[in-house]
């Protein structure tokens, strides 16, 4: 089991509390219409959503603050003996955003009340972080193809979306962005790769924000930006949705490039609904989101024509640039078994001399079934549109319930099951289809939150969660034992073997299973903190400690039924000084010759069940001093260190192609049919390690196979 540990204790001081991972705070100062300080000011603080209160007093400089408060509108009360109480209604508090609010009362009777409306707070004076807040009306209201929440990144300057979903902020590297939700890690790759892992639903998000540099030292594990998202909670009111979105081919037109328009059938639907277990204390919010997806893919290959099946390549040409156009030249096929290489006769290959390997796998290729592209080299002779299902279900629950003032805690659970990801097969392929493959997923994310007061200027919160996601990847044929059925032995019996015979001046398209034929993968993430923040004078400091630990438990068994490579080196023509004639030979016809330029067995076990763990351990600290409330400061004095211990490798190995027993070293078996073989080149397996996996493979590579 591959594991990564990191530890950390921090002594923080920042205006607030710094940012608050999914929490933001509100604080300030208490004054009278002289700026004097009002100490003992009793300061309440309400969620005009839950009604939660938070209570909070001016100490003796007058200072105050409410912390992890969730993002929403909030009224502030302040009372004191000797002045009119004042209510601020409508105080905005953003996801990791510090609202800086003095309260200034005013001379009179505490039954006396002073309301007034807060104002939208266009600068930030109480933090030095660069960001971008992307709000719920955003996220709710803007149109979004395949609704996505994340896509809204690139509502940020300077930050984008990558295609496979990976996020840049501000020029930085896109694994290097931290994402989180609701405060714990939203991602499978530990202190490794960051991608993004779980795109919630948007009737789930309340709002998230981009941080894209000069972020608090508690966000140590990124040096390119941070992605913090929030979910949603439960009111004192029952609020619901349900929807459906769809798109369908009768609404499309044809593709430039389909000779059909390619079929399109997507149904996204769910509901969400949320509300009081018990008012102003306990609240629940639901939400399900089905996604359904038929999307046509419109596949154009270079398929053998008939006659190539038999070895008849009298009349195939290739294309030759001149400044008239293209021109098409005659293609010359060599005997590799003719001494000084001599062209076959006719440039026919008699097909006695044909593996019968190779008849067999051929004849799970289709024929042509369209006028090519390039009718020079019969390029793009074959199309057809295969049908990729796609399956999700979203299922999440939050509840967020308040023992009393000074005790909150909430919970979330987002499950995603069933998450399946289909390449199909063309029904022309079938098994043999080049792209085909299943993917079968199932992700996990847990949050669980507790913030505790326990004094006016003392404050514990307690964080633990949980980023889990299985991974089933097979390709075509599994369990059928195709390489048996073709002849082909020495391999393991997964799937359909992959052969490789594109390229040269006349090329065919590869067929057979692609790679990561056959892989299982757990990867887990558990994540732990606690801080304490602490008023002291002038001085917010916070004191925490964080806790990571990563599993990856993986059996990757890339090309275990074999990937066969057939280019045309013996099919070419030679010099008398050995050199290759130029645009000579053909792949295919190597390949019905039985004749490789390499085959591949490759597996990987990534700590397997049962072999000792690798492990590795980092921690690091921060440390700075700011006065609280001082707009006139530098927003930002902290600063941070880390180290990490050297890596411990576990016991290593290679997979076994054929009976998936991970072992360590050894050799894979070669023989894969033929009689005779010569120049045949064996590797033993190899390990190294890469970002903190022990990696094993095993590769064989043979350079030629013996005559006929």
């Not at 016991?651 to 073989?677: F, L, M, W």
Request: charged fraction near 20%; aromatic fraction near 8%.
């Amino acid at each position: 089991m591959g594991v990564i540990r990191t530890g950390g204790l921090a002594l923080l001081a920042s205006a607030f509390l710094f940012g608050q991972a999914q929490y933001g705070s509100i604080g300030g100062s208490v004054l009278d219409a002289t700026g004097a300080v009002v100490p003992g000011a009793a300061v309440t603080v309400v969620s005009v959503d839950t009604g939660q209160a938070t209570r909070a007093g001016s100490d003796a400089e007058g200072r105050y603050v409410a912390p992890q408060l969730l993002p929403g509108f909030y009224k502030v009360q302040v009372e004191h003996t000797g002045f009119k109480s004042l209510t601020v209604t409508q105080v905005k508090v953003d996801v990791s955003q510090n609202v800086a609010l003095d309260l200034t009362l005013q001379l009179g009777s505490v039954t006396e009340t002073v309301s007034v409306n807060a104002e939208a707070l266009l600068v930030t004076t109480v933090s030095g972080s660069i960001g971008h807040l992307v709000e719920n009306k955003e996220i709710v209201e803007l149109p979004l193809n395949g609704r996505n929440v994340f896509d809204l990144v690139a509502l940020v300057p300077g930050s984008f979306r990558a295609p496979g979903g990976q996020v840049s902020v501000s020029g930085g590297r896109t694994t290097a962005v931290v994402a989180m939700l609701d405060g714990i890690v939203n991602s499978r790759g530990g202190l490794g790769d960051q991608n993004i892992e779980m795109n919630p639903p948007i009737d789930l998000m309340q709002e998230f924000k981009v941080e894209a540099n000069n972020f608090s030292a508690q966000y140590g594990r990124s040096n390119a930006g941070i992605v913090n998202a929030t979910t949603r909670s439960g009111t004192n009111d029952f609020h619901g949705t349900l929807y459906e979105f769809l798109r369908n081919d009768k609404l499309d037109s044809r593709g430039w490039n389909a000779d059909q328009k390619a079929p399109l059938r997507r149904n996204q639907f769910g509901a969400a609904v949320g509300g009081p277990l018990a008012r102003n204390r306990a609240f629940f919010f639901y939400n399900f989101d089905g996604f359904r997806e038929s999307r046509g893919v419109v596949r154009t290959r270079t398929v053998p024509l008939e006659a190539w099946r038999r070895g008849d390549f009298f009349g195939v040409t290739w294309q030759q640039s001149t400044a008239a156009g293209p021109l098409a030249v005659p293609l010359a096929v060599y005997d590799p078994n003719s001494g000084q290489r001599e062209v076959f006769p006719n440039n026919r290959l008699p097909q006695s001399r044909f593996d019968p390997v190779a008849v067999k796998a051929l004849s799970h290729v289709p024929l042509p079934n369209r006028p090519p592209d390039n009718p020079i080299t019969q390029g793009g002779n074959w199309q057809e549109n295969s049908v990729d299902p796609r399956t999700r279900n979203h299922q999440n629950i939050r509840i967020d319930h308040a023992f009393s003032d000074r005790t909150r805690v909430f919970g979330r659970y987002l499950l995603v099951t069933p998450d399946t990801n289909d390449t199909a097969a063309t029904a022309g392929f079938g098994v043999a289809d080049t792209d085909s493959v299943r993917i079968r997923n199932r992700r996990q994310n847990l949050a669980l939150n507790l913030t505790q007061v326990l004094s006016p200027t003392a404050f514990l919160n307690l964080r633990a969660g949980l980023n889990r996601v299985f991974i089933r990847r097979t390709g075509n044929g599994f369990g059928e034992d195709w390489p048996a059925k073709l002849g082909v032995k020495g391999v393991g019996p997964d799937v359909f073997p992959r052969f490789t015979i594109s390229g040269g001046p006349v090329s065919v398209s590869n067929f057979g299973s692609p790679g990561n034929q056959n892989r299982r993968a757990a990867l887990t993430n558990t994540e732990y903190h606690a801080t304490v923040s602490l008023m002291r004078g002038s001085h917010t400091l916070r004191l925490g400690g964080d806790y990571h630990r990563y599993n990856g438990n993986e059996d990757s068994r890339q090309t275990a039924s074999g990937e066969f490579v057939s280019t045309n080196l013996f099919t070419r023509g030679l010099r008398a000084d050995g050199s290759a004639i130029n645009n000579t030979g053909i792949y295919l016809g190597d390949f019905l010759l039985g004749r490789l330029n390499s085959v591949n067995a490759e597996v990987a076990c990534l700590s397997l069940v049962g072999l000792p763990e690798g492990r590795t351990r980092a921690s690091a600290a921060v440390q700075g001093d700011r006065p609280t409330n001082c707009p006139k400061c530098p927003p930002s004095g902290s600063s941070s260190r880390s180290s990490a211990q050297p890596q411990h490798l576990g016991a290593s190995g290679s997979d076994d192609p054929v009976s998936g027993a991970c072992r360590s070293g050894g050799n894979i078996p070669v023989d894969i049919g033929r009689k005779n073989e010569k120049k045949l080149r064996k590797s033993l397996g190899f390990c190294h390690l890469i970002y903190g996996y022990t990696f094993c493979n095993a590769r064989i590579a043979r350079k030629t196979w013996g005559g006929a």
